[in-house]
């Protein structure tokens, strides 16, 4: 199975303050399977910027590979686009956007172990739900917990 990982030469740039691109998407893509790293302008409350010393934060989201078009018009696809948001599998979470990005690197691998487990194992993701919500806790210290375990 072919693992790709996006990542862009530079992710960080710009004014977190004035410019909610400052991020540029990473991705990894593992079989028909991506997860995106995002930001969209979330911090802790909500939307960056509402409370006090608030933390510009990252969002994932998991995507399916669907060549099958009426498959994918039938999921809510486009035509153009063969990678479809899973269900239920897009999530705020504490990893701040400022992250070292071999940390939000070997994030990615720890998040697609999990997915793409749990994916295969039912019905091709109508059950990854539980754990994208349990993921959305992911923060710097989880990947440092898990490489300790290994």
């Known amino acids: 199975m072919s693992t790709q ?3 862009p030469e530079n992710p960080l ?4 303050d004035g ?5 540029q998407e990473m991705s990894l893509t593992r079989g028909e399977l991506r997860i995106v ?3 969209i ?7 960056f ?5 608030d933390e510009p934060l990252l969002r994932f989201t998991v995507y399916r590979h669907v060549d099958d078009p009426a498959l994918r018009e039938e999921l809510g696809g ?3 686009d063969p990678w479809i948001p899973v269900e239920d599998s897009s999530y705020c979470t504490r990893m701040p956007v400022m992250t070292p990005v071999a940390t939000l690197r070997r994030a990615l691998e720890l998040m697609m172990d999990r997915v793409e487990s749990d994916f295969h194992a039912d019905d091709y993701g109508c059950g ?4 994208c919500e349990e993921l959305s806790w992911f923060e710097p210290a989880s990947v440092e917990r898990a490489d300790a375990r290994a």
Do not use: I, M, N, P
Request: avoid cysteine; charged fraction near 40%.
């Open 41 to 47: 302008g979330e911090g802790w409350q909500g939307e």
């Open 78 to 80: 486009s035509d153009d």
């Open 13 to 16: 740039g710009g004014d977190v």
């Open 37 to 39: 790293w995002e930001y």
């Open 49 to 53: 910027g509402e409370v006090e010393d």
């Open 5 to 7: 990982l996006h990542e």
């Open 128 to 131: 990854v739900k539980r754990t």
């Open 19 to 23: 410019d909610d691109a400052f991020f």
